[in-house]
């Protein structure tokens, strides 16, 4: 499992983006899938996860209700569509592989692929 995403930029508060996860190796379809967020001297936070199939799909409360995880995985690819940003949610996103296929828990230890982030910059 190789992870890349992709799709941040600079967007006004209110606004909308959405993220890419793709694995280059084509093997993370066996693997719940999930997104974190790091903001400059702050921890690690979870975002939201999405089990192998998407069936299950896991948020935090502080995303729920604006942000939307899916996946298709016969092109590869997880999405994190996120609207209605504010500034606390600047961050750097990235997307990680879980242990299992079901994984979608909130601990980065239950992540096993971790891939380069996207910055995602909501102006006031």
């Known amino acids: 499992v190789q992870l890349q995403a992709s799709g941040g930029g600079l967007v006004q508060a209110g606004g909308s983006l959405t993220l890419s996860c793709t694995d280059s190796?084509?093997?993370?379809?066996?693997?719940?899938v999930g997104w974190f967020r790091q903001a400059p001297g702050k921890e690690r936070e979870f975002v939201a996860a999405?089990?192998?199939?998407?069936?299950?799909?896991n948020y935090a409360d502080s995303v729920k209700g604006r942000f939307t995880i899916s996946r298709d995985n016969a092109k590869n690819t997880v999405y994190l569509q996120m609207n209605n940003l504010n500034p606390e949610d600047t961050a750097v996103y990235l997307c990680?592989?879980?242990?299992?296929?079901?994984?979608?828990?909130?601990?980065?230890?239950?992540?096993?692929?971790w891939g380069q982030g996207t910055q995602v910059t909501v102006s006031s």
């Open positions: 990680a592989a879980a242990f299992s296929p079901y994984g979608t828990g909130s601990s980065p230890g239950s992540y096993k692929y």
């Open positions: 999405v089990s192998w199939r998407g069936g299950t799909k």
């Open positions: 190796r084509r093997t993370f379809s066996n693997n719940a």
